[in-house]
């Protein structure tokens, strides 16, 4: 059978239960969040890197990590009933929700954020909280193997976010080039897996009366604003300096 609540209920509840506290010890004692963050483009209060180069260096593996189970996930024959890769794609799943739970736990504790800089605690939650609440309300429901390609996809985002980390590293310029093309495709083809599903899924739930799952469907309309929002932004980036 396939994962279902019981198996994302423990795990998440053993993800936060570990992962909070422990982003509030790491915040010392008395000091205000303030200190971790740094004025930005237009006076933005952007998070600042940890202050422990190994926290970034373990996210980024993390992150590199997930980005190899997508692929070989994405390459698997006979993905649509091969039980083995759903089980596969719900673990590469947990992975990425809990690196997602990381990075907001040590957000709201001391401050950081290992993709910083250019990152606000407001943009971390927007693009971490409502992806994981939706991918354990998949899997809560047991819906994952009808938007298998999505959840499939997005995976391959997580190596645009590891090169987040390695800018912030001090890496070379041309690997922020790399990483916003790298970007701009893999959200692009990650939009076209989204709508393709939910036209799927629309004209099943429509010829089968199932209208609890035709209204569950539609909460993949704000991931497709929110992807689609990104893609101008690169887009509009691109315009304004001529290169990428």
């Known amino acids: 059978s396939l994962p279902s609540s019981p198996f994302w209920s423990s795990c998440s509840d053993g993800v936060l239960g570990f992962l909070v506290p422990m982003a509030s010890a790491a915040m010392p004692a008395g000091a205000a969040r303030a200190v971790a963050t740094a004025k930005g483009k237009n006076g933005r209060m952007e998070l600042q890197p940890p ?57 709201l504790g001391p401050g950081w954020c290992a993709m910083s800089p250019g990152w606000t605690s407001g943009e971390l939650m927007a693009h971490h909280v409502p992806y994981t609440f939706v991918v354990m309300l998949c899997y809560a429901v047991n819906q994952q193997r009808r938007w298998r390609l999505p959840l499939t996809v997005v995976l391959l985002t997580s190596l645009n976010e590891g090169l987040f980390i390695v800018n912030s590293l001090g890496a070379p310029g041309w690997v922020g080039k790399v990483r916003r093309l790298y970007g701009f495709g893999v959200i692009v083809v990650l939009i076209i897996s989204e709508i393709y599903t939910w036209i799927q899924e629309m004209r099943r739930n429509w010829a089968n009366d199932a209208v609890i799952m035709l209204v569950l469907d539609q909460l993949v309309f704000p991931a497709i604003y929110y992807h689609f929002s990104l893609i101008c932004m690169y887009l509009k980036r691109w315009k304004k300096t001529g290169n990428i």
């Not at 190994?54 to 997930?66: D, F, K, P, R």
């Not at 994405?74 to 990425?96: K, V």
């Open 51 to 107: 202050s422990h180069g190994w926290i970034s260096w373990c996210i980024l593996l993390a992150y590199l990590a997930v980005f190899v189970e997508g692929v070989v996930l994405m390459a698997s024959e006979d993905f649509d009933i091969d039980i083995d890769a759903h089980h596969r794609l719900a673990t590469a799943q947990f992975h990425l929700c809990s690196i997602y739970v990381l990075e907001v736990a040590i957000a």
